[in-house]
């Protein structure tokens, strides 16, 4: 079984920095390295959206309300993925989700709060 658990959400003021973390247990080495993970984020009443995605270090893509604010990263050897978010604006508030599809399943892990007061 394949696990993903968030972590480093907070609250945090505008402009401010978070950096948040996901474990992958339960993903061999080799399936890890080259796997697409994701961080989506869902505010109340909307929809969920995908913020970042990598596959590997110079595979990334970000949204656009995140792009030069966010960065997105991958640790293969400690099969974690990172979100570090800097210039964070009321509007970043939202739950956080790390995902992957994972042979046709949709995983994600139970997400972390991240609220921005301005």
């Known amino acids: 079984q394949v696990y993903l658990r968030e972590s480093g959400g907070g609250l945090v003021q505008a402009g401010g920095s978070l950096k948040l973390s996901c474990k992958v247990s339960?993903?061999?080495?080799?399936?890890?390295?080259?796997?697409?993970m994701g961080w989506y984020r869902q505010a109340p009443g909307k929809q969920s959206e995908l913020v970042a995605s990598?596959?590997?270090?110079?595979?990334?893509k970000y949204a656009d309300s995140v792009k030069g604010r966010f960065t997105i990263s991958k640790d293969n050897t400690r099969r974690s993925v990172y979100l570090q978010m800097d210039g964070l604006k009321a509007e970043d508030t939202a739950t956080y989700y790390c995902?992957?599809?994972?042979?046709?399943?949709?995983?994600r892990g139970p997400g972390t709060q991240v609220t921005v007061s301005s």
């Open positions: 339960g993903m061999i080495l080799s399936v890890f390295t080259g796997h697409e």
């Open positions: 995902a992957c599809d994972y042979y046709g399943k949709n995983l």
């Open positions: 990598i596959t590997t270090r110079t595979s990334t």
